[in-house]
Nanobody, 127 residues
Framework: QGQLVESGGNSVQPGGSLTLSCVAS????????IGWFRQAPGKKREEREG??????????TYYSESVTGRFTISRDNANTVYLLMNTLKPEDTGVYYC??????????????????WGPGTQVTVSS
């Protein structure tokens, strides 16, 4: 079982930008996809929202409607995945988690299909 560690969370004003990073280690069998989820204040773990996903093999990306055109997921050749967040809104506030899925899914944002999660990083958008 691998480990994920997120970083880059901060407090920003509406309209600002942030870049989150997720370092993956110890995945001896690899993973099929890795993505970003967020948990808004007052929401339960099962209510986490999928934000952006990237397939490990072909680099195909998926975005939720709420972030399309504002957020960009990318990866480097090592073990780090990034989430560039532009034009941030107060409703983007929450704890952002990185997670991996070990198989193909027709529903890339189903949280229960992700088996490894990081501890999360806080993003607060407020004036």
């Amino acid at each position: 079982q691998g480990q994920l560690v997120e970083s880059g969370g901060n407090s920003v004003q509406p309209g600002g930008s942030l870049t989150l990073s997720c370092v993956a280690s110890g995945f001896t069998s690899g993973y099929y996809a890795i993505g970003w989820f967020r948990q808004a204040p007052g929401k339960k773990r099962e209510e986490r929202e999928g934000v952006a996903i990237i397939n490990h093999s072909d680099g195909r990306t998926y975005y939720s409607e709420s972030v399309t055109g504002r957020f960009t997921i990318s990866r480097d050749n090592a073990n780090t995945v990034y989430l560039l967040m532009n034009t941030l809104k107060p409703e983007d506030t929450g704890v952002y988690y990185c997670a991996t899925r070990s198989y193909h899914s027709d529903y890339p944002f189903f949280t229960y299909e992700y088996d490894t999660w990081g501890p999360g990083t806080q993003v607060t958008v407020s004036s």
